[in-house]
């Protein structure tokens, strides 16, 4: 089978992939993903645009470094009212973006590149239409008192395969593609590439 690589410290994608049958290495990007945005800021790029970009950085970053392997990059961005939000740094700035959240409807664009020896093989981008209940600040401190510090890892504060399904009143999107990953066209391109049995 071929050397497949996940160009990231996520759990979660690895498990999504693993529990998908794709056996992958973990070989993190260091590249400074603030410092790529930096341009994209100013440029006004697309939030679909902006988590493909930087999810291809990811992965021809990584294949650079990992001759002949298929390299999975992967990026996930949340836009609120065409607002870009990151990773909150703390759990007070958890509490604020769920307050900002609360009563809305966000989208997460979620990206998946793969690349080998510095070249872009595919790339796809899945948008999800995340609405989330009316929250009351109270909820808002017991949920993050339960769920910890695994917020901080997500873009939206929160965890949609655990506790955070008690956020949202609807999801449009895949589930895989929501926690970070879109599994499915990924594994049809794998398969299409010859490096998964298909």
């Known amino acids: 089978m071929a050397d497949i690589v ?6 979660h994608r690895a498990k999504i992939l693993a529990d998908a049958g794709v056996e992958t290495r973990q070989v993190p990007s260091t590249l ?9 800021d ?26 002949g392997a298929l390299v999975i990059g992967c990026d996930q961005i949340l836009s609120l009212d065409g607002e870009v939000m990151h990773k909150p740094a703390n759990m007070e700035e958890a509490r ?7 009563g809305k409807t966000h989208m997460l664009h979620s990206a998946v590149v793969l690349a ?29 008192a339960a769920a910890g510090k695994a917020v901080l890892s997500s873009v939206g504060a929160y965890q949609i395969e655990s506790l955070g399904a008690q956020l949202f009143d609807e999801i449009e999107g895949d589930l895989f593609s929501i926690v970070g990953l879109p599994l499915l066209p990924l594994l049809a391109t794998l398969r299409r590439e010859g490096a998964i049995d298909g």
């Open 6 to 11: 996940l160009a990231s410290r996520s759990i």
């Open 96 to 102: 604020r973006r769920l307050l900002a959240l609360s």
């Open 32 to 40: 400074d993903e603030r410092a790529i945005e930096a341009p994209l």
């Open 116 to 144: 080998r020896d510095g070249e872009t093989v595919w790339r796809h981008v899945t948008p999800c239409a995340m609405t989330m209940r009316e929250l009351d600040p109270a909820f808002i401190g017991r949920h993050l």
């Open 42 to 67: 100013e440029a006004d790029v697309l939030p679909e645009d902006r988590a493909e970009i930087l999810a291809e950085a990811k992965a021809v970053d990584v294949s650079e470094r990992e001759p």
